[in-house]
């Protein structure tokens, strides 16, 4: 392989020795330019296999060897070096630092990773700076632009847009991503960017997102920017508002049903059930509110006859509570339909980006909502690559899908029993042989079940403070070293660890400008009090202002008689 | 022109030797202050087993006054003027003292080696001021690269002035060996970090 050759290889240091675990070396540096920051990655020459080779390292720590005595900085408006000039030193190399480094390797290109020499570099060896295009062109699987790269930003240590960094599509899409930071830290503009790389030309992806805060409005305006088109392709964004969102009754499994019906006892469950297989059977093409209502009086154990059956004389205790849960949480929502449905074939297409909007939907509907959404994507896929369906058929899928769940820990949470969380385990599991893949947002790695966040091989990690959370995220996510994970308080806004197998090594991001507007802007309540003062608040003030004084005509008892 | 500036009197160990400086009528050229500074490179000729033309480099890192008159609180009888004339024994026993530390020899070939000379010099073996071609060509290794191994021996002594006697030393090699810099910028900062920063902390 033909390494590119740096035209200037800066020099920072010089070799110190091995450091404590067998991957590390340490090196002292003068570091006068304060070059050599945490994260950044630097280089040493050595031979492997006859050929020289560049070994990649990334710094993980740094300590200082060489400080000016504590009564130097005896009074503060005085520097030290000012001191030890009054002495006669008067050189400016007055500081060193031990700087620990953990060994990448060298990439190999045909195997497409880094492969770690296993000997430490010999004592005094020059340590040098990676330059810029090299580690444009090694950090990430794919270039910028390249079909299935997502490019997310720049490298944090460089200058803005000196080294940037793209995620390989084929990696998240295969094995899930997860983007995790606390509120505020920008994981709805994260997302954002991730969604736009995916409407890009190059990828036209089948996206489905589930959004329940109503964020992702703004994605539309990719349909008219020029930087989305290319020849005829155009991405398209459809938002499915709440009201326009629909589930077909007859799509809910059993554990669907119990999930949504309230304090059902173990004998409406076990009635529930018969009745669930009784309508499974009965109805062939599907079944509405009213049959599954037959359905649970035809298995009631005091059946009454057809002509006796009605709605408000249930004899039976049991079917007649059971009968009122359907009806009330069924019957009496705008979600769970006899006939309607999202059809699958409307939701996913490629090149389409399609939002559920489930602001204002109860959080159990919509746990449902989600679980059934994905357990008939999951479903089609599986029919479709089986080719039990074909051309025509709703449910045919030709295509992968990915879905993005914001405030993913609702629906899989980790104390909590969801009915969405199993469908989550099994694609998360199995999906990526049928092409279903998940992208998880959650600002609570702590509340998401650890084995949903541990399936997730691609990790796009933000600020993070909760030492609760940091912890899951230590144990949950392996590719991301300790160093790295001691970033995360002190994470500014923007700034992202990403990891796992869409990037050759781990990297900290400046995450790129959004081309559309960011949705998901919080709210700036001083400038909405002024401007309230400003727009609405003269017409208050008239409304709620007192009359002027009018004449009272009063009753000759003292009563008003009008005003 | 190489200069005399006086003889081998005393030696402390086998590379400490004490010099007395030549004073007016011991010496042709009569040496100038200037010329047996602290600092000042020197060499001594070998005598003796020595091969011919070998001789001992050192260099200058004491200075001692002598003076018999010191504590004598009598009147003194004459003018020093009067006393070249009359007494000039008792002049003579005035001197000025340098002591050198012997730090390597040129051998009869004339290639220089650093390092603990396995022969000493012997009393009364003039000593003279190393010109600066000599001093370059003691430091030069065996690739024209400079050389500095006597530092470990010299730090050894531990007498205080040695410290200041080695950043003199890295300053002069410094403007000898203008390629030579950013090294000795290294051994320097670490001396004056060691030497001055620290003991001051």
Redesign the interface.
Known sequence: MNQPVAIEPVCVGTVKGPGETPHEFTFIAPDPDRRVKHGEFVYYLTQVDGQERRILGRVTGRESVRLFPDSFMADPSVPPAQIAALLGYDSDASELFEITVAVLGYHDSQMGEFINPRVPPAGGSPVYIADDAWLAQILSKRQRGEIGSAHLGSLLSRAPDAVPVALDVRGFTSTHLAIIASTGSGKSYLAGVLLEELMMPYNRASVLIVDPHGEYNTLQEMQNLPAFREGNYKPRVRIFQPDAVRVRIDTLTLPDLRYLLPNLSEKMQYQLSRAYRFAQRSFKGGYTLEQLLYAVRQTSDNKKGEDEAGFDDEDDPTTGGLVWRLNSVLGNSRIFNDFENLELDELCAPGLCTVIQLNEVDQREQQVIVATLLRRIYQARIDTTKKKVGRGDKNYIPFPVFCLLEEAHHYAPASADAVSTDVLKQILSEGRKFGVSIGLISQRPGKLDSDVLSQCMTQCIMRITNPIDQNRIAESVESVGRDLLRELPSLSKGQVIVSGASVNTPVLLRVRQRLTRHGGESIDAPAEWHAWFERDGAAARQDTALPAARRVQREEDGDILFA | MTITIGKIVKSNTHVDYVCQIYGPGESDVLPQPGDYSFGTFVSIRLEGQAAPGERLVGVIYNTLLMNPDFGNLGPRLSPRQELEVFTPDYLAETATLVGIIALGWIDSGGRPWQGVPAVAATVNTPVHRLEDDELCLFHQGDQGRLNLRYVPMLLGQNSPLVPQLLLQIVDRLARLFPQERSRL?VM??NL??KN???P??
């Open positions: 910028a320097r900062n004056a970090w001055i920063v620290q001051a902390g």
